[in-house]
């Protein structure tokens, strides 16, 4: 009887772990779908790279890359070099430090200027051991070439208005030259 007792308790344990694990199951994959919709054609890329720096996970990959492309690799071997040792030397201070690590970055793409602003955290387990580290990068290419627009009216608004200001002069000098008064 206290067999069969403690078989009965143990179904129902499994059957509310079940119930447990649907209900978990159930909310991850809303979050995920919430992830993938706020994500969803917007300049942010997220992704996960191991200890190792090779990547592991990537979600949103910027234009001309993919998942595929990126997943085994370090940013070494995708990334023009200048740029990637600025980008893992900023993951390896994450790693060591523990601290988040932002940066800005400008480099050649395909043919493309593009710039991006990286955050950088690390990822670590239960016990607090560093297995790599997972950042987000937000392509601001556009930005900055508005940025660099702007300046440019801005520099030709101010040449502008110093000849405007020169032919103001100019005359003021002139009038002044043929009055008495």
Same mark, same amino acid.
């Given at each position: 009887?206290?067999?069969?007792?403690? #078989?009965e308790?143990?179904? $129902? +344990?499994?059957? /509310?772990?079940?119930e447990?694990v649907?209900?978990?199951?159930?909310?991850? +994959?809303?979050?995920? @779908? !919430?992830? =993938?919709?706020?994500? !969803?054609?917007?300049?942010?890329?997220?992704?996960s @790279?191991?200890?190792?720096?090779?990547? &592991?996970? #990537?979600?949103?990959?910027?234009?001309?890359?993919?998942?595929?492309?990126?997943?085994?690799k370090?940013?070494a071997e995708?990334?023009?070099? =200048?740029a990637? =040792? %600025?980008?893992?030397?900023?993951?390896?201070k994450?790693? $060591?430090? *523990?601290?988040? /690590? $932002?940066? $800005?970055?400008?480099?050649?793409?395909?043919?493309?200027?593009?710039?991006?602003?990286?955050?950088?955290?690390?990822?670590?387990? =239960? @016990? *607090?051991?560093?297995?790599? &580290?997972?950042? #987000? +990068?937000?392509d601001?290419s556009?930005? %900055?070439?508005?940025?660099?627009?702007?300046?440019?009216l801005?520099?030709?608004?101010?040449?502008?208005? %110093?000849?405007?200001?020169?032919?103001?002069?100019?005359i003021?000098r /002139?009038?002044?030259?043929?009055?008495?008064?």
């Amino acid at each position: 009887a206290a067999h069969l007792r403690t #078989v009965e308790e143990l179904k $129902e +344990a499994r059957h /509310q772990l079940e119930e447990r694990v649907e209900a978990r199951t159930k909310e991850l +994959a809303l979050a995920k @779908q !919430r992830f =993938e919709i706020a994500l !969803r054609g917007s300049p942010i890329s997220v992704f996960s @790279q191991d200890k190792d720096m090779r990547f &592991t996970w #990537v979600h949103n990959a910027p234009a001309g890359l993919s998942p595929e492309m990126l997943k085994g690799k370090t940013d070494a071997e995708v990334l023009p070099a =200048e740029a990637a =040792e %600025k980008i893992m030397a900023a993951k390896r201070k994450a790693m $060591e430090t *523990g601290e988040a /690590q $932002e940066l $800005e970055t400008n480099f050649e793409l395909f043919g493309r200027q593009r710039s991006f602003y990286l955050l950088i955290e690390t990822l670590s387990d =239960e @016990q *607090g051991a560093v297995l790599g &580290t997972t950042s #987000v +990068a937000v392509d601001i290419s556009e930005r %900055k070439m508005n940025e660099d627009q702007l300046r440019l009216l801005l520099r030709e608004l101010t040449h502008r208005s %110093k000849n405007l200001l020169a032919v103001i002069h100019a005359i003021a000098r /002139q009038t002044a030259s043929r009055t008495r008064s």
